[in-house]
């Protein structure tokens, strides 16, 4: 194979613990705003670190447990008896949230964080003794003192930092521009996460292959859902040179790849196909969180008095580079997309996404281990009325198949638990679509049983109302040819 054949070298994943800030999701802050009421019964249903800790759908995502295992053990899975975990590494961390602000308040490179100089005392050894976290750290944040902070929250102005349930405000998020939408103290929460959320998962990445450092790395690819702007241009910002430079990637520069939950996958095409051309040699595509998202479906929860299950932000991260011999390959020959002219029909998009591109490359079904989209944990979704998504989405795509002589139809019942993956994903859109599964694909790809696992993601471009059409896009990984000569199945 030419040298200048992308591969995925090693893929992360973080999941941030953060209960004290559901009540700023998008959601949550609207329902306190209309009924303050709201406030109080949302931190009685907060769940604590241990309990997200030992929340099977959590152990998935950081790959302490298979996705196999959301089929063996029956739903309610937030009140179950934490697992023993597999053997094999974990893809990444589960970060308290006292950590995370801390690391809010250093990645603040304006200083509208400020945090109580206490906190900071408390935080600033943990954050040192995490291998982790501890490369981050390299500057000292804004520190009011308590009698300082209370000021600052009397004056207004902003947003006060809380620790899951607890009563009394850790820090302060004070308006970048009072006068300027993009620029206010919810905005700049928002975007803080995401940059501090996705450097993180750059971090690991490192800590997944140690020959894989961040100062290497020569482009980022944010696919995150962030909007980094100011009022004359909104959304037209570049958060991923943010993270690359709060990252430590000082040889790379980056720009952002919009698509809403589609994303991901169009940053892994266009970051692999800036590798096979010879432009860089080593990209990283990186997904950070979504706060607005966080406590989407609190009301639902606490109607059927289960704990607030959104309480968790999640990042990705993928190191894509030449051919090294061993890693999974992208090909780029097999990349699926959804032109104009397909329309907006579900139906439509899968034909063009999934069956257009396995005809073009002579694969059949049978040949594809497993097939990758939404992966929405359904625990969050079942009980406000959403309804199993990857469920939904196995059936749909299993008729589609069988609609096009692709499969036969008494193999739509069994496609998903033969071809598909189970949810557990939280509610972070583009994390969920597909891209959440890239490290274990990489794991089975390099030591498990899989030879090709195909990544597919759709999105609503309506949300911004400019159209009523969707997007997608599909991508293939295989195993390596010579993984395979050298019996590298195991």
């Given amino acids: 194979m030419s040298h200048l054949q992308p591969v995925v070298k090693a893929a992360s994943a973080i999941l941030i613990h953060s209960p004290g800030l559901v009540r700023y999701g998008s959601k949550p802050s609207r329902e306190i705003a209309a009924r303050p009421s709201r406030l109080k019964e949302l931190l009685g249903r907060l769940r604590s670190f241990a309990q997200a800790e030992n929340y099977l759908p959590n152990d998935v995502f950081l790959g302490k447990q298979s996705p196999q295992r959301l089929f063996e053990i029956d739903r309610p899975w937030f009140n179950r008896p934490p697992l023993r975990a597999n053997e094999s590494l974990p893809f990444g961390e589960l970060v308290e949230e ?63 930092l809380f620790v899951g349930a607890d009563a009394e405000p850790v820090g302060w998020v004070r308006h970048g521009n009072a006068e300027d939408g993009s620029l206010t103290a919810p905005i700049l929460l928002e975007n803080l996460c995401c940059k501090v959320s996705a450097a993180l998962a750059v971090r690991e ?110 990042a990705i991260a993928a190191w894509i580079g030449r051919d090294d011999g061993k890693s999974p390959v992208l090909n780029l020959a097999g990349v699926g997309r959804h032109p104009v002219q397909s329309g907006a029909g579900m139906d439509q998009q899968l034909k063009a996404i999934v069956v257009e591109p396995l ?42 198949l069988a609609a096009c002589g692709k499969i036969g139809r008494g193999e739509i019942a069994e496609f998903m638990s ?15 679509s597909a891209f959440a599964y890239l490290p274990h694909a990489l794991r089975g790809l390099t030591q498990g049983e899989l030879r090709r696992c195909f990544l597919f993601a759709r999105a ?20 390596h040819p010579q993984a395979i000569s050298t019996g590298g199945v195991h």
């Fill in 460 to 479: 609503s471009l309506f949300l911004g109302q400019m159209t009523q059409l969707g997007d997608g896009m599909s991508l293939l990984l295989e195993r």
């Fill in 418 to 432: 033969k071809k598909g993956v189970p949810g557990y994903v939280p509610t972070q859109g583009h994390i969920a």
């Fill in 98 to 160: 006292e950590r995370f602000l801390g690391l809010l308040a250093v990645a603040d490179v304006f200083k509208h964080v400020h945090l109580l100089d206490r906190f900071w005392e408390d935080v600033k050894p943990r954050l040192d003794q995490s291998r982790l976290c501890k490369p981050l750290v390299r500057v000292v944040p804004a520190l009011l003192t308590r009698e300082q902070l209370r000021c600052e929250i009397d004056r207004g102005g902003g947003l006060p």
């Fill in 359 to 400: 005809e073009r490359l002579k694969l059949d079904v049978a040949g594809v281990d497993k097939f990758v989209s939404e992966l929405h944990n359904p625990e969050v979704t079942i009980p406000a009325n959403g309804g199993d998504v990857p469920e939904r989405n196995y059936r749909m795509l299993a008729a589609v």
């Fill in 205 to 314: 990445i490192s800590h997944q292959d140690s020959k894989l450092r961040v100062e290497d790395a020569h482009f980022v690819l944010s696919c995150s859902e962030e909007a980094v702007g100011d009022r004359y241009q909104r959304g037209g910002g570049n958060l991923a040179k943010a993270i690359a430079e709060f990252a430590g990637c000082g040889l790379a520069s980056g720009v952002d790849i919009k698509d809403f939950c589609a994303a991901p996958i169009p940053a892994m095409v266009i970051g692999a196909a800036m590798v096979q051309s010879g432009v860089v040699e080593n990209v990283i595509v990186v997904g950070g969180s979504s706060l607005p998202k966080l406590g989407m479906k609190f009301l639902y929860h606490l109607e059927k008095g289960i704990p607030v299950l959104e309480d968790v932000q999640a």
